[in-house]
């Protein structure tokens, strides 16, 4: 299997992301790092192992990391996920502990302990552990298989300011240290996410499910889509995170383009814009692959199927 580890600041689309890949026999989870994001850490690092738990895996490492943006102040989204950052579901406090080590020192010592080229990593949140990491120890970047990240926004345009995406809003310096680390790049912006709505039909097949993580899913995102829905007029909400574990397992699932990424970290107007050179019309070094379509039908089948399994 695949090794990975998910950085990630849950969120229900997070979680919905950790139990895809858990469910995933493709993938080897060697750790789950939290950042603060979606809301503070002392909640994504919680949230990370009630999922966990609710899967029935509390064998999962789960560190704690950055509990703020490198440079700027935190900016948190509550009207999204509610107080807690998971609403929806009645899910017990967490009875498995939270690691010791720092997730950025997790993140060093797995990446220069494992073989070169052997770990994907997996960002679901703002990209501060991340950078952090690779600021701490350069020597990680070239041992990095991959990123596959969920952030941006190309011709969508953003969901937190007209320009930016939540997740690099919060941490553009962050974003702007890991697009330029030359880690090969695969980005699901919301131009895919986009496209992920989780419909009614949807929800209702996580519920027929009729196990306990079906049921906690299927109310994580009844809340999570009112959001969306109350603000684009969609039946259903973006399922933002899954598609980076999705890709994973079937890469097949979604369609883009190598090209260029930069982060803008200098207007305030347009603070955390990815700006991707679609159309090569700059020399700028190819970075990331960039996502802009999604098999959604087989997706959600996918996401079905996996979850079914825990
Ligand atoms: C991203 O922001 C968060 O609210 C979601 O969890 C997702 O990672 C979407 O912009
Ligand atoms: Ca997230």
Redo the contacts with the bound molecule.
């Keep these: 299997p695949r090794k990975i580890i998910i950085d990630?600041?849950?969120?229900q689309?997070?979680a919905v992301?950790i139990l895809l890949a858990l469910g995933s026999p493709e993938l080897d989870i060697l750790g789950i790092t939290a950042v603060a994001?979606?809301v503070p850490l002392k909640l994504t690092e919680k949230n990370a192992r009630k999922i966990c738990e609710l899967a029935g895996r509390p064998d999962v490492k789960v560190y704690s990391g950055a509990i703020r943006p490198l440079i700027r102040e935190l900016v948190t989204a509550e009207e999204v996920h509610g107080k807690t950052g998971l609403n929806g579901p009645d899910l017990p406090e967490p009875t498995m502990k939270l690691e010791e080590q720092h997730a950025v020192d997790y993140l060093v010592e797995t990446l220069m302990r494992e073989e070169a080229g052997t770990i994907t990593l997996c960002p679901?949140?703002p990209l501060t552990n991340i950078a952090l990491a690779m600021i701490r120890e350069p020597r990680i970047a070239p041992r990095i298989k991959e990123i596959v990240l969920?952030g941006g926004g190309f011709f969508e345009g953003g969901n937190v300011t007209p320009s930016a995406e939540?997740?690099i809003y919060v941490d553009p310096h962050a974003a702007d240290v890991v697009f330029r680390s030359g880690v090969p790049i695969v980005v699901m912006p919301l131009d895919v996410t986009h496209k992920a709505l989780t419909t009614t039909k949807r929800i209702d097949s996580f519920r027929k499910l009729g196990t306990k993580v079906g049921l906690a899913t299927a109310q994580m995102l009844e809340f999570f889509e009112r959001y969306d829905e109350g603000k684009y007029g969609t039946d259903g909400g973006p399922l933002?995170?899954p598609c980076v574990i999705a890709y994973l397992i079937k890469p097949e699932l979604f369609q883009g383009r190598h090209c260029n990424v930069t982060v803008e970290t200098a207007s305030e107007l347009t603070m955390g814009m990815t700006v991707v050179d679609w159309w090569g019309v700059t020399k700028r070094p190819k970075n990331a692959i960039v996502m802009r379509d999604i098999d959604h039908d087989g997706f959600f089948a996918l996401l079905v199927e996996r979850l079914g399994r825990l």
């Design positions: 990630t600041d849950p969120g689309d997070d992301a994001g979606n679901l949140g969920m939540f997740n933002h995170d």
